[in-house]
C-alpha cells in the first residue's frame, strides 16, 4: 500500500531520511506516528528507524545529541526540528518480564519490526510513501482489532508493560483486542507485578485520558489486569462504575485521578497514600486533593468565597469543568470572574502584615502573628471587612 499524500511532518523530515539513504543506509518513518497517519489522526512525534549504527548516524550528521545511545537513539538537530533516530534493534535477553537488559543492533528493518507490541504499530513507512507491512497491520487497523506481534504469550513474557500498552491502546482507538491477545493477557495478568509502577502509571493515564475510556476500563477490569496496579486489588466494581460514568473524554491528568478516587469512593485522607502508591508527584497529590475536597462541595452548592480563594483560579477551574461528568452544568467564565471580584488574591494583596501588626500592639512575634493574621485574611475574603489597613487594626485589636 502507498500512501497518496505525505503528512507535512514526515516532508519535513525527508531530507534526513535521504541523507541517511545516501549515506548508504536505510532509513524508515516507524512507530506511532505511522499508525496514527494510516487512522487520519495529527501525529506528535516523528521516530525514524534506520540500519546505520549510532556512530555511523554521529558521521553523517554534524549536530546530534546522545540521548540513549545506549538503545541506539541520537537526536538529530535540523534547523529547529529535532528528531529521534534510532538503529534497527533485536531485544535478546529478557530479565524478569521487564525490559531487556541490553539491545543488539542489527541491520534488518524485519528483525526490529518484529519486536514491537502490537501490530499496528510495527508498520515501516518508506520515503516514497509505500507502507512495509510485514504482519496484516493494515488489515488490523480495517478491522480495528488489536493484535499482539507474533505469539502474544511470548510477547507479553518479553515485557508484561506490553498488557497495559494493549489496554491504553484500547482506550485511545475503540479497537477491540483480539481473541489469543486478549486471551494471554487474561493469563499473564499477574506479570504486572514486576513491572515499575511509573511506567504502569504511564500507560495507566493514557487509558483514563483515551476517547474510549469506558471500553478501556472494562478490558482493564476483564483482563483483571488491574489487580497489579497499585491500590486497585479490590477496585473491581468501582472501576466499572466509572466506566459507566459518562461518555466524556478526559482531557487532564488531575481530572482523572480525581474521578476515579470519586467513583471509588475513597476517602480524603487516603488521597495521599493512594497517589503515593502511584508515584504521583507531591504537586499532583496536592491539586487533586485540593479539587477533590473542592468537588465534593461544589456538588452541593456554588463555590463561597473562601473555598474559592483557598483553591486559587486554576484549581477552581478543574473542580467546575468536572460537574459536566456528574450531569450538573459548568460555569467556567462566571468562576474566573467570581475569583477576580475578590478582595484579596494571597496573604501579600492584605493591607496589613506581620511587621506592621508587631509595631502597632507593640509584640513580639509568636501564634498570634499568625492567628491574627489569618483572622483578617478570612474576614476581608468573605467581605466582613474592606482591606484598609485602618479597618483592619480595629479588627485585630477586637480579634487579640
Ligand atoms: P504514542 O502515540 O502514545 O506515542 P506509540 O505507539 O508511538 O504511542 P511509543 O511509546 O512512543 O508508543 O513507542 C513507539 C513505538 O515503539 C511503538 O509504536 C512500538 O512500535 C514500539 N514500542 C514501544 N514500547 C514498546 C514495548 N514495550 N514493546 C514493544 N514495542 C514497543
Ligand atoms: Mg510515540
Same mark, same amino acid.
Given at each position: 500500500?502507498?500512501? +497518496? ?7 519535513n ?5 535521504? +541523507? ?20 487520519n489522526?495529527?501525529?506528535?512525534d ?12 554521529k ?32 531485544e ?8 531487556p ?5 542489527v ?6 519490526l ?6 499496528i #504499530? ?14 496484516d ?5 480495517? #478491522? ?6 507474533? !505469539? ?35 493469563? !499473564?495478568?499477574?506479570?504486572?507485578a ?11 493515564? +493514557? ?17 483483571e ?6 491500590m ?6 468501582g472501576?466499572?462504575k ?8 478526559i ?12 467513583q471509588?469512593?475513597?476517602?480524603? !485522607? ?19 486533593? #485540593?479539587?477533590?475536597?473542592? @468537588? ?8 463561597? +468565597?473562601?473555598?474559592l ?8 477551574v ?8 456528574? #450531569? ?42 499568625k ?18 489597613q485602618?479597618? @483592619?487594626?480595629?479588627f ?5
Amino acid at each position: 500500500m502507498k500512501l +497518496k499524500t505525505i503528512p507535512q511532518e514526515y516532508q519535513n523530515a525527508l531530507p534526513i531520511l535521504k +541523507k541517511i539513504e545516501q549515506a548508504g543506509y536505510e532509513a524508515y518513518f516507524v512507530g506511532g506516528s505511522v499508525r496514527d497517519v494510516l487512522l487520519n489522526q495529527p501525529i506528535h512525534d516523528v521516530d525514524i528507524a534506520t540500519s546505520a549504527f549510532p556512530a555511523e548516524i554521529k558521521e553523517i550528521f554534524p549536530r546530534t545529541i546522545d540521548v540513549g545511545i545506549e538503545h541506539g537513539t541520537v537526536l538529530v538537530l535540523d534547523g529547529d526540528d529535532k528528531y529521534e533516530i534510532t538503529t534497527f534493534r533485536t531485544e535478546s535477553t529478557y530479565q524478569d518480564y521487564r525490559r531487556p537488559d541490553h539491545v543488539e543492533f542489527v541491520r534488518s528493518l524485519a528483525e526490529d519490526l518484529k519486536r514491537r507490541d502490537f501490530t499496528i #504499530n510495527a508498520f515501516a513507512l518508506k520515503e516514497d510513501g509505500e507502507v512495509i507491512d510485514l504482519f496484516d497491520g493494515l488489515q488490523d487497523l480495517t #478491522n480495528q482489532v488489536l493484535r499482539a506481534v507474533g !505469539n502474544p504469550h511470548e510477547r507479553f513474557h518479553e515485557d508484561a508493560l506490553r498488557m497495559m500498552r494493549g489496554l491504553r491502546f484500547v482506550s485511545q482507538l475503540g479497537f477491540e483486542l483480539e481473541e489469543e491477545t486478549f486471551a494471554s493477557i487474561y493469563e !499473564n495478568h499477574a506479570l504486572l507485578a514486576k513491572i515499575s509502577v511509573e511506567r504502569i502509571n504511564i500507560e495507566f493515564i +493514557k487509558l483514563l485520558l483515551g476517547k474510549y475510556r469506558n471500553q478501556g476500563l472494562k478490558m482493564f477490569v476483564e483482563t483483571e489486569c488491574y489487580l497489579y496496579c497499585p491500590m486497585l486489588r479490590n477496585a473491581g466494581q468501582g472501576l466499572l462504575k466509572f466506566a459507566e460514568l459518562s461518555e466524556k473524554q478526559i482531557h487532564e491528568e488531575a481530572h482523572a485521578w480525581v474521578l476515579l478516587l470519586d467513583q471509588l469512593q475513597i476517602e480524603s !485522607n487516603s488521597i495521599r497514600t493512594f497517589l503515593k502508591a502511584w508515584k504521583c508527584s507531591n504537586e499532583l497529590i496536592r491539586t487533586v486533593q #485540593n479539587v477533590y475536597e473542592g @468537588l465534593q462541595q461544589r456538588k452541593t452548592s456554588y463555590f463561597s +468565597k473562601q473555598l474559592l480563594y483557598e483553591l486559587g483560579e486554576y484549581q477552581a477551574v478543574l473542580v467546575e469543568s468536572l460537574l459536566p461528568y456528574f #450531569n450538573l452544568t459548568a460555569d467556567v467564565s462566571t468562576v474566573q470572574e467570581d475569583y477576580l471580584q475578590l478582595p484579596i488574591h494571597s496573604l501579600q494583596d492584605l493591607a496589613i502584615n506581620g511587621t506592621i501588626l508587631m509595631e502597632h500592639f507593640d509584640k513580639k512575634p509568636g501564634k498570634w502573628l499568625k492567628d491574627t493574621l489569618s483572622a483578617c485574611e478570612q474576614a476581608v475574603v468573605a467581605g466582613e471587612i474592606s482591606n484598609q489597613q485602618s479597618q @483592619l487594626l480595629v479588627f485585630a485589636q477586637q480579634f487579640i
